[in-house]
């Protein structure tokens, strides 16, 4: 008997949540920017239900916000959310990098490795910033998916849109891509050691440093 599966079409309302998500990121629909229902169905050919939910599933995400007129804009970074998202991830992330040090096989570190490497040829081949950003992000991922505590991993996926958002501009400068990277080999290199506190170190300067970076781009807009 032929290995034969059924796949499910994909909803609609999920397709134009991608696709919506995908505007914020890449700009189409900046922060402040309204998002309104009867223009994207227009836009998208559809009824507002499925449009609806999309916007539902965004804003549960933190990427649309109601404004205080009752409008549905993308949400705009504050100082004040930026500094506390960026308290919540020191505190994680220094503890998840610890916990996979120990939790780690050393097929999974030569993975992040791998990563690190394919990383720094993208930075040398001039590929688009959305890949680049995209790899740094799975550099941070793959340390969480490698302690293999699903509680942990799922406070930090609650973070994941809006950390994946401040990555966006915070991509922004001079030679960021390189300085990412080195910061990102500078964790490595203690985690290859299995050098939990200076591993955890590592990746606290890494993150005050993007969190001062992500400040200065905001501040001088």
Same mark, same amino acid.
């Given at each position: 008997?032929? #290995?034969?599966?059924? $796949?499910?079409?994909?909803?609609?309302?999920?397709?134009?949540?991608?696709?919506?998500?995908?505007?914020?990121?890449?700009?189409?629909?900046?922060?402040?920017?309204?998002?309104?229902?009867?223009?994207?169905?227009?836009?998208?050919?559809?009824?507002?239900?499925?449009?609806? $939910?999309?916007?539902?599933?965004?804003?549960?995400?933190?990427?649309?916000?109601?404004?205080?007129?009752?409008?549905?804009?993308?949400?705009?970074?504050?100082?004040?959310?930026?500094? =506390?998202?960026?308290?919540?991830?020191?505190?994680?992330?220094?503890?998840?990098?610890?916990?996979?040090?120990?939790?780690?096989?050393?097929?999974?570190?030569?993975?992040? =490795?791998?990563?690190?490497?394919?990383?720094?040829?993208?930075?040398?081949?001039?590929?688009?910033?959305? %890949?680049?950003?995209?790899? #740094?992000?799975?550099?941070?991922?793959?340390?969480?998916?490698?302690?293999?505590?699903?509680?942990?991993?799922?406070?930090?996926?609650?973070?994941?849109?809006?950390?994946?958002?401040?990555?966006?501009? #915070?991509?922004?400068?001079?030679?960021?891509? %390189?300085?990412?990277? #080195?910061?990102?080999?500078?964790?490595?290199?203690?985690?290859?050691?299995?050098?939990?506190?200076?591993?955890?170190?590592?990746?606290?300067?890494?993150?005050?440093?993007?969190?001062?970076?992500?400040?200065?781009?905001?501040?001088?807009?």
């Amino acid at each position: 008997m032929n #290995n034969f599966t059924i $796949e499910k079409p994909i909803p609609y309302y999920e397709q134009f949540y991608h696709s919506i998500k995908e505007m914020i990121f890449e700009g189409k629909y900046k922060p402040g920017d309204r998002i309104i229902e009867n223009q994207l169905a227009k836009e998208f050919n559809v009824s507002k239900s499925p449009i609806r $939910e999309a916007i539902r599933m965004l804003e549960h995400e933190g990427l649309i916000v109601t404004d205080e007129k009752s409008k549905m804009i993308v949400y705009e970074p504050t100082l004040k959310d930026v500094e =506390e998202i960026y308290f919540c991830r020191k505190a994680l992330e220094s503890f998840a990098v610890r916990l996979m040090i120990q939790k780690a096989i050393d097929e999974e570190i030569l993975k992040i =490795e791998d990563l690190l490497k394919e990383t720094e040829s993208a930075i040398q081949q001039s590929k688009d910033s959305n %890949t680049i950003i995209s790899m #740094n992000a799975s550099f941070h991922n793959l340390i969480i998916e490698y302690t293999k505590n699903d509680r942990l991993k799922k406070q930090l996926t609650d973070l994941k849109s809006i950390m994946y958002f401040f990555r966006i501009i #915070n991509f922004q400068g001079e030679n960021r891509a %390189t300085d990412i990277l #080195n910061q990102h080999k500078n964790i490595f290199s203690h985690i290859k050691n299995r050098d939990e506190e200076k591993a955890a170190e590592a990746m606290l300067e890494h993150l005050q440093m993007d969190l001062d970076h992500l400040i200065k781009v905001l501040t001088t807009k």
